[in-house]
């Protein structure tokens, strides 16, 4: 999931019409009788064929991207220290931002109080979540840590019906609510008392998810109205953490004696396309088909790191942690229900269509894994 606010969504290059007159059909010979009968494909149409398959494509590759982050996670793991692991991280997705910044001529936020903002936005949302995945990951495996990522629709659900007085509880989304937990259970294998389970590792990965709906919140109180851009928001915050991680690391680990290739690479792909690409790739998304389409990523990311944890690391899978995290997909879904629209045109929550609330600000975004 990502940490910056999805930009607004911006006209549809659907919607555009050739610049030029259609030919006079007459003057169009017959075609040869081995030629098709179909006629050509329009231009418009043409125009929606191409930007459907380009957020399909940016879709899979951000499931894909964010599903192997805790394979590498994992593998970083075995030649670093988790907070070495973060660092590295942040270090190479605040330069793939950077470059993305320099290219679009973007500037970093200004203000005292928004820096302020921006730095414990960093917190919950990189460096707290990011170094507990990694330690977390010390004692579980990648599989299992996906799965409990996947609960962070489920935490922000609970936060937001505390937090925030517009989001109200309806049936379905508390319905939702205690299906994922029941799903959390069936993963955990409540039933045997949690036996051949790292409680310490596990604990970490969920108050993980739970650092990021805690950071959406935070957020969306609080950035919501900003005028800096999304992108210079995000290449802020990730800057922040990339400090607060640098302050951090040598307090609790010794420089490395060896950087082993494998972990290192694990890291730097871990960094430039899990984080800093994969923000990229979601405005992307987010801009051409809306937050709601693009959010759905999150059902896509425990399928994908409990595949390549299988195959790749030869982790083993247990009948209850598929299951399990099917019961946590589905309730995590039921709690992103939303009432439908009545015929005014504006939902039953007081936002308008596109993800933007009434008031015209930006919501807050997902997280990353």
Wanted: proline letters at 9%; aromatic letters at 8%; one cysteine or more.
């Amino acid at each position: 999931m990502s940490t910056a606010t999805p930009p607004r969504p911006g006209p549809s290059s659907a919607t555009a019409t050739p610049s030029t007159p259609l030919p006079d059909p007459a003057a169009i010979p017959d075609p040869p009788a081995a030629a098709p009968l179909s006629p050509p494909t329009p231009p418009a149409a043409a125009s929606r064929i191409r930007a459907a398959l380009d957020w399909r494509v940016g879709f899979a590759a951000l499931a894909i991207i964010w599903g192997f982050s805790f394979l590498l996670i994992k593998v970083g793991t075995h030649g670093f220290a988790p907070f070495q692991v973060t660092f590295g991280r942040l270090f190479f997705g605040t330069a793939v931002l950077a470059v993305a910044m320099a290219v679009r001529r973007e500037r970093l936020p200004r203000g005292s109080r928004t820096w302020v903002h921006l730095t414990v936005a960093a917190f919950f949302l990189n460096a707290l979540p990011f170094s507990l995945f990694a330690y977390a990951e010390l004692t579980i495996p990648s599989t299992l840590a996906g799965i409990c990522n996947a609960t962070s629709p489920l935490w922000g659900m609970a936060l937001s019906l505390v937090a925030l007085s517009e989001d109200r509880p309806t049936r379905r989304r508390v319905a939702g609510l205690g299906i994922g937990f029941l799903g959390v259970l069936t993963v955990l294998g409540a039933w045997q008392g949690f036996s051949g389970l790292d409680l310490t590792g596990t604990a970490m990965a969920l108050l993980a998810s739970l650092s990021y709906p805690v950071g959406w919140i935070y957020v969306r109180r609080t950035l919501a109205g900003s005028s800096s851009s999304h992108l210079s928001l995000t290449g802020g915050q990730l800057l922040v953490a990339t400090l607060q991680l640098a302050l951090v690391t040598p307090l609790f680990t010794t420089l490395p004696t060896s950087f082993p290739a494998l972990p290192l690479l694990s890291v730097f792909v871990l960094g430039a396309l899990g984080t800093g690409l994969a923000i990229l790739l979601q405005y992307g998304v987010v801009a051409e088909v809306g937050p709601t389409t693009g959010t759905m990523v999150t059902y896509f990311i425990p399928v994908i790191a409990t595949a390549a944890g299988v195959t790749l690391l030869g982790e083993e899978l247990t009948w209850n942690t598929p299951v399990g995290a099917l019961i946590i997909l589905a309730g995590a879904a039921l709690t992103q229900s939303r009432a439908r629209k009545p015929a005014g045109g504006k939902p039953a929550d007081g936002k308008l269509s596109g993800g933007k609330p009434a008031s015209g600000r930006p919501r807050s975004a997902s997280a990353q894994p």
